[in-house]
């Protein structure tokens, strides 16, 4: 099972970008890597997901060097609503989901203030 | 478009009692999946659902079983609580035809066992 590594809590400022890095020292072939947010009370909602080099959305960037090693999850222009724990998942590419394979960990909380 | 729905939002119950959750996944979604996350952790998978099958499971004692309905819909049912069981339980739904799936998770149900 590929396993991740994170920074158990992050701070910073409203305006601010924000990069959240994640190890996954591990990972396999067919694994891609999936980020997710999480507010109190709340499901995990999915922020982005990638194989290789970088992927943008609306949300955030996803930088993955060469060696798929770690992975950084980058929020620009961060706000008090980002405030949130975050997790970095790595599972399986195929389409049959291998939930089991998954593994959330206790994530990164990020503490935004204004 | 509604996405992943739980009932109940809040559910007490004492030790040794059942319990059942029920989940309905977003329009679409044909694999369900649940999750067990206690305060301060992250989600800890305990089964997935697809075709009416349990297809995966996680480390969890058969006092956790499941049901999935033709409609896609899901339940999960505890037996012989324990106050250990106390958690916010998660559905996940995904659709096992695309190729990484990415998970979309409800809002979740608390279940307090005293």
């Known amino acids: 099972l590929a396993k991740t590594t994170q920074p158990i809590s992050m701070d910073s400022y409203e305006g601010q970008e924000v990069n959240i890095t994640c190890s996954h020292n591990n990972i396999a072939t067919n694994d891609y890597i999936t980020w997710y947010q999480q507010f109190p009370s709340q499901g995990p909602r999915f922020i982005i997901q990638?194989?290789?080099t970088k992927v943008t959305n609306e949300v955030a960037s996803l930088f993955i060097p060469a060696d798929r090693k770690s992975s950084t999850l980058s929020l620009p222009r961060v706000s008090l609503s980002d405030t949130a724990v975050y997790y970095c998942?790595?599972?399986?590419?195929?389409?049959?989901?291998?939930?089991?394979?998954?593994?959330f960990g206790s994530g990164t909380r990020l503490s935004i203030r204004p | 478009d509604a996405g992943v729905t739980q009932s109940p939002t809040h559910l007490i119950k004492t030790r040794g009692q059942q319990v059942t959750l029920r989940c309905s996944p977003k329009?679409?979604?044909?694999?369900v999946s649940w999750y067990q996350q206690a305060l301060g952790q992250g989600p800890q998978f305990i089964f997935q659902?697809?075709?009416?099958?349990?297809?995966q499971r996680g480390n969890f004692p058969d006092r956790f079983s499941g049901h999935q309905f033709p409609n896609y819909s899901s339940e999960l049912n505890v037996n012989a609580l324990l106050l250990g069981d106390s958690a916010l339980y998660l559905c996940a739904s995904s659709w096992t035809g695309t190729a990484p799936d990415t998970q979309y998770f409800g809002p979740g149900t608390r279940l307090t066992v005293l």
């Open positions: 998942l790595v599972g399986d590419a195929s389409g049959y989901s291998s939930a089991s394979k998954i593994i």
């Open positions: 990638g194989y290789k």
């Open positions: 329009s679409g979604h044909d694999t």
């Open positions: 659902y697809y075709e009416e099958e349990e297809r």
